[in-house]
């Protein structure tokens, strides 16, 4: 899920507000992470067996459109949309459609947060990654929107991560810990005390309790570690992203300026070390709306 300007947020807690930037980021993390997860739908050993029957998918809160564009020239059979509530995102998205002559691609502006635009039992397959920036509160609520959408025997698929990585970078840990308590602090983290998200074992649950059955279950690891293929990639987009966040941090109360100044020098100089080492894991749970 992306940011959007303060004035189109209407209760959302978007805590990324340069948005130019953060379409640059996103658009090369879709690329590197698509590869290092193993493609579009990782969790399922055949993945074209899986997606034959489905005929319209969903990406809410697409971004820049880069999962729907994949599947889009991927699998031509279907007809693939996206929304998300930040209007650079879903432009530049429509033109790498038009580019890309991805007739089959198409993406609207629209707030995850307000009752969405598409009918009743619409879709086979419903994909969201990285909610967390709804907040606690808005969970029951998005999750009955996407249940309402999704047609019989159709699928929900959520991914979010429990942190932005795991790793032997002494300041980068630090910055983590600084980072999930400002996500406490703004009410979107699930942890009683901010030492973790707590929102991916909390996925079954929305799930359930939104009228999903057969909720299955995977994870991801992508290893970028120094030598890796993933490693510069990885590295520059988090480095991006905790630049982006950086005012939030601030602004919230969980860490002041100075230090986090230090922190992104260091990190900067930690994680070209030889001996570095980091785990980044994608948590997938996913569920059918039954008959």
């Known amino acids: 899920m992306t ?15 340069d948005s130019e930037a953060e379409l640059a980021r996103l658009v090369e993390q879709e690329r590197v992470l698509s590869k290092a997860l193993g ?7 055949d993945q074209a067996a899986f997606v034959e029957p489905l005929q319209r998918v969903l990406d809410a809160t697409c971004g820049s459109g880069g999962w729907v564009l ?10 693939v949309m996206g929304f998300d509530i930040d209007a650079n995102m879903i432009d530049y998205a429509r033109t790498q459609a038009q580019v890309g002559r991805l007739e089959n691609a198409s993406f609207r502006v629209m707030n995850a947060l307000d009752p969405l635009d598409y009918p009743d039992n619409f879709f086979d397959l419903v994909n969201a990654r990285f909610l967390i920036v709804i907040g606690q509160t808005a969970w029951p609520q998005v999750m009955q929107e996407l249940f309402r959408i999704t047609r019989p025997d159709g ?13 032997t970078s002494p300041a980068f840990e630090r910055m983590m810990a600084i ?3 400002a996500v406490k602090l703004g009410g979107l983290s699930f942890s009683p005390t901010g030492r973790s998200i707590a929102l991916p074992p909390r996925l079954p649950y929305f799930m359930r309790k939104a009228g ?15 030598g890796t293929p993933a490693h510069a990639a990885v590295a520059q987009d988090l480095q991006i992203f ?22 992104h020098r260091d990190i900067e100089i930690e994680l070209l070390a030889d001996d570095f080492c980091a785990f980044w894991t994608f948590y997938t749970v996913w569920g059918q709306k039954q008959q």
């Open 39 to 45: 493609g579009l739908l990782p969790e399922h050993t």
């Open 70 to 79: 994949e599947m889009a020239r991927a699998y031509p059979h279907l007809q």
């Open 242 to 263: 905790f630049r982006l966040t950086h005012s939030f941090m601030v602004e919230v109360g969980a860490a002041k300026e100075e230090e986090l100044e230090q922190l």
């Open 155 to 167: 699928f929900v698929r959520l991914t979010e991560v429990e942190d932005d990585s795991v790793t």
């Open 212 to 226: 999903y059955q057969n909720i299955q279950k995977h994870a991801s690891i992508v290893d970028w570690s120094a």
């Open 179 to 181: 980072l999930l308590q």
């Open 3 to 17: 940011t959007a300007p303060e004035s189109e947020n209407r209760g959302n807690h978007y805590f990324i507000k």
